[in-house]
């Protein structure tokens, strides 16, 4: 497989991009070969700079959800451009795509849009604390709701004071939801729920209807608000908020990723209850109004709504998951994959420096599919059942691949720097 | 003047948008009879909802530099929308506008970028206090820096520990700064530096030589990062960092608005000091890496370099100052402009609740030309003199309006509840 073109572009940008490259979209822990540009993006293939074509199974991290490019939704990109992008006010589709919203999420009865699924987190924690004043939120171990102070990752530029009235609590735990809450006491703002448990490195779990209720129940017993983080999941389990498929309503969720199919947009929903707090705070960005990434939104509600795609990305995801769970017993690795078939994760057992899952995604890569070893993968509407062909077919190739080369494989040295800091 | 559509959108966004708007395009606190939505915008004129057009002196707040739908940008993101936009990473484009950036701010050696000018000021915020472990930053009373629970302006939502190690000064004071940089004594880890004060219902000031070589002293002395927020006047004032013009290099520098002359991105570029602060912080958002976005920014660039613009925009914005300053005197008004040329702030004298200036927008507006009471305006590099013309025909016939209605001039009635609250 070519790689000159990456590399060469990796070394230009050594020089003008600190570390190479930052955020989820560094190939900084991916294994050794994996490409850190794309030059074309169609349907459900990513082509990077030195010509290597793969079937994506990250989808942007998401935002793919119809394929890339789709049709209807670069017409309704190009038509809009001709009219109004961003201007001195909003367009009339932020009141139509508001309303599309909230006639298609049962909890929600408005909308407020920005652009990184982490100004719609950070809303809901403005909101909660805003509602009645009180300052504690809980928010479940190892969640990830963005990237900011209040809630990236890494501890470099955070201070204490960011995180001073957070508590945290296991996720699907609800004594120790009970217990967080207690601790907050008088002062509990609001509850952070993941839709379910998507950590990086792990098993995902779908969270208990128990787990759920009693996030609702002490919500309502402390008149705090309850947040479902949907920025990952939305739409890709439901078309609706993540958690009326168990029958729990929040007041509040936080929307980005599919909401325009790749455009740039992100939204906060929410309930009369929160409505007047909503109201009182005051966020904006630049680009927070522009028509166009809306009028994607507006074909892509459409499509969620007159299409069968769920259905069918349920059906596809199902059938990557059995065929790699047959290939997996057939060569003789114990898989696990969890959380829904929309958004697989795939983990090696007996594997706990990664190395097997690591070997697995490079073989794969090699053979023009693109999955990642430590982070959730994402189906998307526009995957046939010949591309689950295709990949079960590299994928198979490479159960035989590191079949071969078990005994010799080594850790990721990037993840072992990882793990030791 | 119709506004039938504007009024009945506003009656449907009041039912799913908390307060029928938000942000910094609410027209909350504009003058009765200002639209709130718009349908189109070309070159230098926005279209509202029922059909009016208007001379836009707002330029999106910013992001309108070279006109709306420029076709030399539009072609740029037409076609890379057929390449690559949002996708498993980014585009060979983030390492040539990192280069194109760094090539033109003199003070950079790198580039990161985001979506929201105030990703890019967190993010100096982050690499600030990441860079020596310290924690107090300074900002000068009243900027705008964003609009999180660190800097929004208004209190719902914010909690005392969000602003914790913040130290304020009085801008171009540099007693201030000293004294505000012994507070923090070893603590310090940065200063923010507006490039001239743009605060709302308030006059601008360009900073005095001294006060922005006072900070860069004090910054070296403590071994403290200097950050100048260019995300609003960035391009307006030089084809470098605004404050190279006074011979001062800030270590970081935050963009946005008219990077990508509307399209969504912004950055935040810095030196070699602060390089390895910059690849410690995790920062991210789902649409960073998006290449259209970049495409633009890339044409915003050439055009930067390649034409004229800024002294055409600076010729235009003194012939716009001086037509407004001979109308004023000839009708008997006391104005007071300030601030850039490009960046123009119409004020009028005497008018302690604004409401001359609230009358005088309302009248150019009914003749088709959209003005700012209270928010510094923005020109752009489409204007002629011809746009000039039929402004100052406009302006001069809102003066005459105004002299005969002056005794009569009642106060915004939003503007009132504003100041009591």
Known sequence: MKNSQDSALRERAARVIPGG????QSTALMPDGFPQF?????????????????????????????????????????????????ATGPSPLIVDLAEAMVGMVTHADWAMFCKNGGDATMMALMIARAYRGKRKVLVAKKAYHGAMPWNTPRPAGVLPEDRAHLIY???????????A???????????????????????????????????RRIADKYDALLIVDDVRAGFRI????SWEAIGVRPDLSAWGKTLGNGQPISALLGNDRARAAASK?????????????????????RLIRETEYLEHMTMIGESFRQGLASQAADSGFGLRQT???????????????????????QAALQRGVYLSPYHNMFMNAAMTCSDIAQTLEATGAA????????????PSAALTALADA
């Open 169 to 179: 609590f296991d996720y699907n735990d609800p004594q120790a939801l009970e217990d």
């Open 38 to 86: 794309f030059t074309k993006a169609e349907g459900t293939r990513i082509t990077d700079a030195d010509g290597n074509e793969y079937i994506d199974y990250m989808c942007a991290y998401g935002p793919n959800l119809f394929g890339y490019n789709h049709p209807d939704i670069a017409r309704a990109i190009s038509a809009q451009q001709l009219k109004v992008d961003a």
């Open 281 to 301: 705070i005051f966020v904006t960005g630049s680009f927070w109004f522009a028509a166009v990434p809306m009028a994607a939104a507006l074909e892509t509600m």
């Open 181 to 215: 809450a207690k601790e907050a006491g008088d002062d509990l703002a609001g509850i952070f729920a993941a839709p379910f448990r998507h950590d990086t490195f792990a098993d995902q779990s779908m969270p208990d209807r128990e787990y759920a209720q009693a996030a």
């Open 21 to 24: 490259m930052y955020g989820h």
């Open 339 to 361: 959380g829904p078939v929309t958004l697989p994760m795939v983990l090696f057992e007996d594997d706990p420096d990664f190395r097997i899952g690591y070997a697995f995604c």
């Open 399 to 410: 159960f035989e691949d590191i079949k071969r080369s078990r005994a010799s494989l080594k």
């Open 238 to 241: 439901c078309r609706d908020c």
